[in-house]
């Protein structure tokens, strides 16, 4: 899974990546374009329950799920027509499976916005505009060739729908809308039919709402908002919090926010909020395996059957996939271990057809 942070420059994007990768390669110096090559980081889906189970079997290693973050240079108004490296920044877009676009609702008079004032709905406006001029460049490039096959002798059925998914495309484009408010009417052959397109505005988008420190108090209300206007996941975070916790350890980090709980008197969020999210608007979850050797989670795509889960590990789990022990989470927490969730006649025997649940923990059973 990679997902590519991207906004205008000067609104925190690159200290929030350094924060999510807890490191500091990323510049975030107080000018834009700072960022020419894109960084990438691996970070860890933080899951306590995991944690909780690896200390359950006492597993000498815990590997959690993954998600790379790709920090792309910041975007002007005009980037679309060229200007500002545009062509190398589209390349480096187009090769994520989503988006987290940054916006900034913090004040601060020593770091200049590069439109003259705060105005996060504005920015979201002025990137999906951009977003949507080079989509509808790369159809207008191809399309009137492809209509053209479609209509002589040798055209074939998937020269016309593909020919008829891309002007439903260009159509709802030039009507000044993401591709993405129409994905849930295209069908699986015709997503397949324009995968190498890759289009930009297809991708989901989730947006990183970056406030400052005193604003936390009222995270809930500014997320409800935007995510009204928006219309697409919204997540809050506070880059100069996170900046303060990037070299607290995870015990250090629990009680900084314990005692920012009591101030701000609400659940404060954080990163880790913002890597679920993208983690769940990729349409992907996870499943557990535990044992003293090592307890892991494997990432799977939402009703993923057995065989499929088992094929995460290993293709031939899925090949000659016989049977699937399988125990929720909190039935093996709260018996204290697979034994006796066993007796208690809550670990049972799943077959081919059975569609894997979030958090599920599981054993294998397979002959090759």
């Known amino acids: 899974m990679k997902i ?39 970070v860890e889906v933080k899951d306590e329950r995991l944690t909780k189970l690896s200390e359950l079997s006492n597993s000498k290693k815990t590997v959690y799920a993954v998600t790379e973050f790709v920090d792309i240079a910041g975007l002007v108004k005009g980037a679309s027509k060229g200007e500002w490296l545009w062509n190398k920044f589209l390349a480096n877009i187009r090769e994520t499976d989503a988006i987290v676009q940054v916006l900034r609702h913090f004040k601060d008079t020593d770091v200049v916005h590069v439109e ?4 996060p709905l504005r920015d979201a406006e002025i990137i999906n505009t951009e977003l949507i001029f080079a989509d509808i460049e790369h159809i207008e490039k191809t399309l009137p060739t492809l209509q053209k096959k479609a209509k002589s002798w040798n055209w074939s059925p998937d020269d016309k729908k593909l020919v008829d998914t891309l002007e439903r495309i260009y159509t709802t484009l030039m009507d000044g809308k993401l591709a993405n408010t ?70 250090e980090k629990v009680e900084f926010l314990a005692e920012m709980l009591e101030i701000e008197h609400t659940k404060v969020p954080t990163l880790d909020d913002l890597i679920m999210l993208a983690f769940n608007t990729l349409g992907l979850m996870y499943y557990f395996t535990t044992g003293e050797k090592e307890s892991k989670a494997w ?56 569609i894997v649940k979030d958090w599920d923990v599981m054993i294998f059973k397979f002959n090759v």
């Not at 991207?6 to 990546?17: A, D, E, Q």
């Not at 999510?20 to 700072?34: G, R």
């Not at 052959?189 to 005193?214: C, D, G, R, W």
């Open 299 to 354: 990432t799977i795509p939402l009703n993923s059957t057995a065989p499929q889960a088992a094929g995460a590990i290993h293709s031939d789990f899925e090949r000659g996939f016989i049977k699937a022990d399988v125990v929720s989470y909190d039935d093996l927490i709260s018996t204290g271990s697979r034994a006796k969730a066993r007796e208690k006649w809550v670990l049972r025997m799943e077959g081919k057809s059975y």
């Open 116 to 119: 003259g004032e705060i105005n």
């Open 4 to 42: 590519g942070i991207i906004w205008l420059p000067n609104v925190g994007k690159s200290t929030l990546f350094n924060a999510l990768t807890k490191s500091y390669s990323a510049p975030a110096e107080n000018f834009p374009f700072c960022t020419i090559d894109p960084n990438i980081g691996i």
């Open 182 to 251: 129409i994905k849930n009417s295209l069908t699986p052959e015709e997503l397949k039919l324009i995968k190498s397109y890759n289009f930009l505005t297809l991708k989901p988008i989730i947006y990183a709402l970056n406030v400052a420190q005193e604003e936390l108090s009222n995270a809930e209300k500014l997320k409800t908002e935007v995510e009204s206007v928006l219309h697409s996941p919204v997540s809050i975070v506070c880059v100069k919090v996170e900046q303060e916790m990037m070299e607290m350890t995870t015990s």
